[in-house]
């Protein structure tokens, strides 16, 4: 419906830490949920973490204790900390927000992803 906006991704090594941010655009008057999703070759998009509008946090198993992710209403902004990273974190990085626009229409809004790749 709206394409997001990622930035951030790269090559990293084990170990290392990485930010990625997500600019959701302000037609999305109401947001209710962003997050982030990653998809490695041949397998499916996963969630990694999202971030209600209330401040409550969700984490896949397999991240917790390294990524934080954190948002910035003002601005309309998501970012995604990752640390401790490994090779099997490589994959590409997909923003989403959920939200309302003006028109009161339902947004399931999605970036084209951002490339992450972690070496050993």
């Known amino acids: 419906q709206v394409q997001l906006v990622e930035s951030g991704g790269g090559l990293v090594q084990a170990g290392g830490s990485l930010t990625l941010s997500c600019a959701a655009p302000?037609?999305?008057?109401?947001?209710?949920?962003m997050g982030w999703y990653r998809q490695a070759p041949v397998e499916t998009r996963d969630l990694v973490a999202t971030f209600t509008r209330g401040g409550m946090t969700n984490y896949a198993d397999s991240v917790k204790g390294r990524f934080t992710i954190s948002g910035d209403k003002d601005k309309n902004m998501v970012y995604l900390q990752m640390n401790a990273m490994k090779p099997e974190d490589t994959a590409v990085y997909y923003c989403n927000a959920r939200g309302t626009n003006y028109y009161g229409t339902f947004v399931d809004a999605w970036g084209q992803g951002t490339q992450v790749t972690v070496s050993s």
């Open positions: 302000r037609s999305i008057l109401s947001i209710n949920v």
